[in-house]
């Protein structure tokens, strides 16, 4: 009976912890769709669903094509990361004195970083918008909540190719 009982309850507690997962994750597309909607630049590129990068300039418009970062490139980068549910929230950030740097598709960075940075050349400037799926997803991770959307301002400041 004790059994029945301690598995009962496990049950209940799945059952309930699904229901705030998806309350949350509801909350977390209500936010997405509405920082879409009202976002002032128009050229949103959808990488996959729930990952999408907005181009605000180039500095260089002849960047050849092979300017893309590539397997075991160094990416160079300054960024701020914040939360589409709380802005005020800085989790992290390089700046130009301590720029991030990076091996493309070699050092562990979360999916929505690595997709994105695909698609961005030297001197881009760009804002990048990571749902949770792309991110953390349930985990809390610092100051992130588990299920929460992140938006970063990106510029690559340098490729370093590996060859």
Request: negative net charge.
């Amino acid at each position: 009976m004790k059994t029945y009982y301690k598995y009962s309850v496990l049950v209940l507690l799945v059952v309930l912890f699904s229901f705030c997962n998806k309350e949350k994750k509801d909350i977390e597309k209500a936010l997405l769709e509405e920082y879409l909607a009202n976002v002032e630049y128009k050229n949103i590129d959808t990488i996959e669903d729930g990952l999408y990068l907005i181009n605000t300039g180039f500095s260089s418009p002849e960047t050849l094509v092979s300017d893309f970062p590539a397997s075991g490139d160094t990416v160079v980068s300054v960024y701020k990361g914040y939360l589409l549910s709380d802005p005020e929230i800085v989790f992290d950030e390089a700046d130009f004195e301590n720029p991030q740097y990076y091996a493309f598709k070699k050092d562990p960075v979360i999916p929505g970083w690595e997709l994105s940075i695909a698609k961005m050349k030297k001197d881009a400037l760009a804002i990048l918008i990571i749902h949770s799926d792309y991110a953390y997803k349930g985990d809390q991770v610092g100051l992130i909540p588990p299920f929460s959307s992140l938006i970063y301002e990106v510029r690559i400041v340098d490729i370093i190719k590996s060859n």
